[in-house]
């Protein structure tokens, strides 16, 4: 069984500069969550897709902030401009059809802006 | 008030013992509960989802339910050093697209 995969699992950048990260969902879930993580805190929500379609986005998913999900598999989360606020881990969830909430975490992506 | 609010710690105990962590939660609505635990430098992984009142075991792990309290907890048995991590809280909000607002989380030490 294969789980959430992300990548890179580590990105450092400078401030201004554009990034992009991957999630590979478990093969058979077909919703996706996108969290960020900064230390001393647990995972803050930022957009969620089921199938391709985004349903939603937090608030804190500023203009920078775009994620994408063709065909309902792969996710992307780009940030433009980014600042140094934006270092944190960034977490990719997925979970599959049923009634439960029951999410399961890739490893992440820590992202450092200097 | 915090939607989801667990103590920070952190908590110690001794190998072998109870440890005992709580969660408290705003939205009346809400339904589903669940525990993370998550070892420094890595992402959350689930440990425990609870549904309706009471308790559900799981192996050395417990977790309780009063939705009248609005309160959920984790119960660890037997507890071990490999056990010694942070412990989330994760409700996720009536009327929302199946997000999770997590807890700040409780760092737990099990001391050999």
């Known amino acids: 069984d294969t789980g959430v995969s992300q990548n890179p699992r580590h990105k450092i950048t400078k401030r201004g500069q554009n990034v992009t990260f991957r999630c590979d969902p478990i093969s058979e879930h077909n919703r996706l969550y996108w969290y960020r993580q900064t230390l001393g805190q647990g995972p803050e929500f930022l957009t969620y897709?089921?199938?391709?379609?985004?349903?939603?986005k937090s608030r804190l998913l500023s203009d920078r902030f775009s994620a994408e999900r063709p065909k309902g598999s792969f996710s992307t989360l780009e940030i433009q401009r980014t600042e140094q606020g934006d270092s944190a881990m960034y977490l990719c969830a997925s979970s599959d059809r049923s009634s439960s909430y029951e999410q399961y975490f890739g490893p992440g992506t820590r992202l450092t802006v200097t | 008030q915090k939607e989801v609010e667990q103590n920070s710690g952190p908590l110690s105990v001794p190998e072998g013992a109870i440890a005992s962590l709580n969660c408290t939660y705003s939205d009346r609505g809400s339904q589903s509960f669940f525990w993370y635990r998550q070892y420094s430098g890595k992402s959350p992984e689930l440990i425990m989802s609870i549904y309706s009142n009471g308790d559900k075991e799981d192996g050395r792990f417990t977790a309780q339910l009063n939705k009248a309290s609005q309160y959920v907890s984790l119960l660890i048995r037997d507890s071990q050093p490999s056990d010694s991590a942070t412990y989330l809280c994760a409700v996720p909000p009536s009327g929302s697209a199946r997000q999770l607002t997590f807890g700040s989380g409780t760092q737990l030490t099990v001391l050999p």
């Open positions: 897709f089921q199938n391709e379609a985004q349903l939603e």
